[in-house]
């Protein structure tokens, strides 16, 4: 395999299911022998070590503390404030996942409740047809835990098949939950990787849950079942059970309406989110931009001029294409996540330090990004090596370090991560940079990332100028399909060097839309169980009404018979369950209060107590409790009243 202009044998295969990193889509891993490199400030460096036996994490930590302080003694201008933070591969590998994960599992466990709550109802509703049964089995000897063992058994069976159900179900959804995970994500390793499955474990799991479900949702309506009737009720008389069954059934209402409001709070929170994110101002104009990345190798490309001489060759050619309106490059493109800071000093007459995050750019690259340059000028084909080196500052950093006054003709003394372009230039590499221009501010490491510190250098005075090499060409095109141009983009970079490969060429809207992803999935599963939630409580609310305007048939007819208007029967029904509703909306409120905070670390310009989010959640619920109270309601008073009175 020829990589990085070097010819090497393949030795080895790992598992497909190897990866140290989140994987990025289908780009397959590469491993090659690490080669120490004698520049003690590069320190992209990271250690993988397995403890041994009975060696705890803070003893760990401790001698590699020690080692550190050996090595910084030994290289005090280099080493003096690096070190060593020891963490469980596990925790490298799912930071950002696990508390997205139990947000997950927290509203699955929330529909779980509600869809017990539900089902508890309907057998309420089922027990209240067998009281003369029950009534007949107590009076002939059978025994109440007898009653219960039956009536929990055949909730069991109910819950083991509906356990089974979702079985097949997760079976069939987990294609379906690994194509909408995001990327980068430890989602989307463990399910397509790592032979995350319907395996022994989830079976156990089901049964488990299956067998909670049943002692949830099967206690309540065992225990009203079989408390001791009047003996009317064996006669068929109602029984006076009647008014404590709806206070039941209306608690459980209330409880799947809390639960329920708790979930569609949170799909709202992650809405105002992904609204509000996409709503930002990355600080540049997204539409129509091409990027594409290369990585140049050091043993072909060793010093800035090289570099310089690639990106030079590779800009001319670019921009000669059809339908390219401007084209540049950068060592570092905004919305990937990256960042590569460097300390420098300010010159004044009170000196200070400080470290801001660095790029090498080549000219013309703040046009074609669209950011806006404020004052001063933007780089020049005139900043080229053997000139006097410039740099370009954002608005961050010269608000920061330049509070009331102007960073234009200042200058930034700098310890440059790549010998300068220019070999007259010191050995040292220590650089006095003067600033000729302030730019505005760039959210580059994403989103709902602040905008940092920022300055840029010409990459004709400096080479590539960050630790991979690495460089991302970027085209500003017109009314050309962009897959079109990509390719013949391509095309142009390899006629300058046609063993360079050319990776991520992907338009600007499909890296915000990356950037976005995580968000957006914890939405859309979130979404599905809100609205899952609000259909199952809807389905709860008229039961429970439907099952009450049947009890009450006869009080319905009477009323009717008295001279009530149908209208005043319908606002009477649903008056006594809605203020159930009501009462689940205040518990919610409350439970949304406590458990949002939870959804903070996935939150971007929301509080997790937001009030309009938690009005709209609440005006939904009310809204769906008063259709699916007032439909049975109304049913119930259209009867006949004669036809009513003369069955009773």
């Known amino acids: 395999m020829h990589l990085d202009g070097a010819d090497f044998v393949i030795v080895g295969v790992l598992p497909r299911s190897f990866h140290f990193q989140p994987r990025r889509g289908d780009e397959p891993d590469l491993v090659i022998p690490l080669e120490p490199d004698a520049d003690r400030g590069r320190f992209e460096l990271s250690v993988v070590a397995r403890l041994l036996s009975g060696v705890t994490r803070e003893q760990a930590q401790a001698e590699v503390d020690r080692i550190a302080v050996r090595i910084a003694g030994q290289n005090p201008e280099v080493d003096r404030r690096q070190g060593f933070r020891l963490i469980p591969l596990h925790q490298a590998v799912t930071q950002g996942t696990k508390k997205t994960a139990l947000v997950l599992f927290g509203a699955v466990v929330f529909l779980l409740l509600i869809a017990c709550a539900n089902v508890a109802n309907l057998l309420v509703a089922r027990g209240v047809g067998r009281e003369r049964e029950i009534a007949i089995r107590l009076a002939i000897g059978a025994s109440r835990q007898r009653l219960l063992r039956q009536m929990l058994t055949e909730s069991g069976v109910l819950a083991l098949l509906g356990g089974g159900l979702g079985l097949l179900l997760a079976y069939g959804a987990l294609p379906l939950l690994a194509a909408i995970a995001p990327a980068q994500t430890s989602f989307l390793n463990r399910i397509q990787d790592n032979g995350i499955t319907v395996n022994g474990a989830v079976l156990a799991f089901t049964v488990a849950i299956s067998a909670t479900a049943a002692v949830l949702f099967g206690i309540l309506p065992a225990v009203r079942s079989t408390r001791p009737m009047p003996s009317s009720a064996a006669t068929g008389w109602a029984s006076s059970s009647g008014a404590g069954r709806t206070r039941s059934a209306g608690a459980l209402v209330a409880i799947e309406v809390a639960l329920s409001f708790v979930l569609l709070a949170g799909a709202g929170l992650m809405v105002t989110t992904l609204w509000r994110l996409l709503a930002v101002d990355p600080g540049f104009r997204t539409e129509r931009l091409l990027t594409m990345s290369v990585s140049l190798p ?201 063993d360079q490969p050319i990776t991520d060429v992907k338009t600007m809207d499909e890296l915000i839309a990356a950037d976005t992803a995580s968000p957006r999935f914890v939405l859309v599963l979130i979404g599905l169980f809100a609205l899952t939630a609000i259909v199952l409580a809807a389905f709860g609310i008229y039961g429970v009404v439907s099952h009450t305007v049947a009890r009450r048939t006869g009080e319905v007819a009477v009323r009717l018979a008295l001279g009530a208007r149908p209208a005043e029967v319908v606002g009477l029904v649903a008056r006594q369950h809605l203020a159930w509703v009501a009462g689940g909306v205040v518990a919610g409120v409350l439970g949304a209060l406590a458990l949002t905070r939870l959804l903070a670390s996935q939150l971007f310009g929301v509080q997790p107590i937001d009030i309009p989010t938690y009005a709209a959640a609440a005006a939904l619920l009310a809204l769906v409790a008063i259709v699916a109270a007032v439909v049975p309601a109304s049913r119930a008073a259209r009867v006949e009243p004669a036809a009513v009175l003369r069955n009773l």
Not at 352 to 378: C, D, K, N, W
Not at 455 to 468: E, L
């Open 298 to 498: 050091e043993a072909r490309y060793p010093d800035g001029a090289s570099q310089s001489a690639y990106v030079t060759q590779a800009l001319d050619r670019l921009r000669r294409l059809p339908g390219v309106r401007s084209a540049a490059a950068t060592s570092l493109l905004p919305m990937r996540r990256e960042s590569w800071s460097i300390p420098f000093d300010v010159d004044g007459p009170r000196p200070l330090s400080g470290q801001a995050s660095f790029h090498t750019v080549s000219a013309a690259y703040f046009e074609t990004m669209g950011i806006p340059v404020l004052r001063g000028r933007s780089f020049t084909e005139a900043d080229r090596a053997g000139a006097v080196p410039v740099a370009i500052v954002s608005r961050r950093m010269e608000q920061r370090y330049w509070p009331g006054g102007s960073a234009i003709g200042r200058t930034l003394t700098v310890d440059g991560p790549t010998p300068p372009a220019d070999t007259t230039a010191p050995s040292a590499a220590r650089l006095h940079l003067e600033i000729v221009g302030v730019v505005g501010n760039v959210r580059q490491l994403g989103l709902d990332d602040d905008p940092r510190a920022e300055f840029f250098t010409p990459a004709a005075q400096w080479g590539v100028g960050n630790k991979f090499n690495g460089m991302t060409f970027v085209l500003r095109t017109m009314g050309v399909p962009t897959a079109a141009l990509a390719n013949r983009a391509v095309d142009e970079m390899h006629t300058v060097d046609a």
